[in-house]
């Protein structure tokens, strides 16, 4: 028996995501589930509520001084998720 035509596992999958509309959600659900890996545990204890909608990440933090310093680090923040999940996921991040 000879091989024909051989594919990778990972690129058959990715396939079958995007084909089927699935491939924005994963990575959608990646980029919130990096969150504490990117800011830190205790940033990620002060965050809830993250959600994205339109390619904006919408964080609700419970304190306004932290609030203000992760606002002036919003485009690394938005590079770091994006480079973490391998893919443009983030365009924005809001902070509540």
């Given at each position: 028996m000879e091989r024909r035509k051989?594919?990778?596992l990972r690129d058959v999958i990715n396939r079958f995501l995007r084909l089927n509309g699935l491939e924005t959600p994963l990575?959608?659900?990646?980029?919130?589930?990096?969150?504490p890996?990117?800011?830190g545990p205790t940033?990620?204890?002060?965050?809830s509520n993250l959600q994205i909608r339109?390619?904006?990440?919408?964080?609700?933090?419970?304190?306004?001084a932290l609030r203000q310093d992760l606002m002036m680090m919003r485009t690394?923040?938005?590079?770091r998720i994006?480079?973490?999940v391998g893919a443009q996921v983030i365009e924005s991040i809001s902070f509540h």
């Open positions: 051989t594919e990778n990575n959608e659900q990646r980029a919130i589930e990096a969150w890996a990117v800011v940033i990620a204890r002060q965050s339109a390619g904006i990440l919408y964080v609700k933090i419970t304190r306004p690394e923040l938005k590079h994006n480079q973490h």
